[in-house]
Nanobody
């Protein structure tokens, strides 16, 4: 029902910034809660950030608090992840996820997924 397409990944130096986008489409009943996840080489997939359908509620992993900001544009039906002060540890494939369940539930899993976009942070 929900189609998600990520974009904005690429190569950036440590300390730099990057903004990821996730465009949502499909026959949706209403705006779903959406979030970002990442999987680094040799690591398990982890939660990064989430935002409610209205955009009024957000959650962040402790590892990115103060550096990453999640937001959404209801007109463009797009969710963004602004990543600042990037570290080599942020290198991963970043996935966009969505759910019609609780926003807090995205801290563990999602019901719909994008194909991912690669972010590489060099030293």
């Amino acid at each position: 029902q929900v189609q998600l397409v990520e974009s904005g990944g690429g190569l950036v130096q440590a300390g730099g910034s990057l903004r990821l986008s996730c465009a949502a489409s499909g026959r949706t009943f209403s705006s779903p809660a959406m979030g970002w996840f990442r999987q680094a080489p040799g690591r398990e997939r982890e939660f990064v950030a989430a935002i409610s359908g209205s955009g009024s509620i957000t959650y962040y992993a402790d590892s990115v608090k103060g550096r990453f900001t999640i937001s959404r544009d209801k007109v463009k039906n797009t969710v963004y992840l602004q990543m600042n002060s990037l570290k080599s540890e942020d290198t991963a494939v970043y996935y966009c996820g969505a759910t019609y369940a609780s926003t807090s539930g995205l801290r563990s899993t999602a019901d719909y997924w994008g194909k991912g976009t690669l972010v590489t942070v060099s030293s």
